[in-house]
């Protein structure tokens, strides 16, 4: 994980050790979670979300993009609900850009040292088990830190 200094402003990548040359040409899926909780655009998170999208698509990379602050979505309040809820219909196409994805970067200010809590929602949301068992996005896979069982 690298924390990006300026103003607060964290990003997520996930960059392989030993990337070819040839590697980086490939293009690939990228999904830019934007977790700035002000849905009005006008944050810094907002512009980062922004230029990453424009160089990454530059590149000839599939962009898929979620805005988490136009999102309608109940928060987890029970045991109950994180482990027998369904995901709700609106996080399906969320959830899907994650798991597909071949590179994941999340863009968040950090208050009181951690994500909003929106983003935090969010993340539960789609990153739990499902119902069935199967796991929404394998967090080990996905995200470095103190999610992976690895750390």
């Not at 399906?92 to 798991?99: E, K, L, N, T």
């Not at 950090?110 to 983003?119: E, K, N, S, V, Y």
């Amino acid at each position: 994980m690298r924390q990006s200094p300026d103003r607060g402003a964290s990003e997520l990548i996930s960059v392989p050790s030993t990337v070819t040359h040839a590697r980086s040409l490939m293009p690939r899926r990228l999904t830019i979670v934007q977790g700035h909780p002000d849905p009005h655009g006008k944050r810094l998170c907002y512009a980062l979300a922004d230029a990453y999208a424009e160089g990454a698509a530059a590149a000839g990379h599939e962009i898929t993009r979620i805005e988490v602050a136009q999102l309608d979505f109940p928060i987890l309040r029970t045991q109950e609900e994180f482990e027998r809820g369904d995901l709700p219909e609106m996080l399906v196409g969320a959830r899907d850009g994650i798991v597909s994805a071949q590179h994941l970067v999340a863009i968040f200010p950090l208050w009181h040292g951690t994500m909003p809590a929106l983003l935090k929602a969010f993340l539960e949301q789609v990153m739990r088990r499902r119902h069935d068992g199967h796991v929404g996005v394998d967090l080990q896979v996905v995200l470095p830190g103190p999610w992976s069982a690895r750390a």
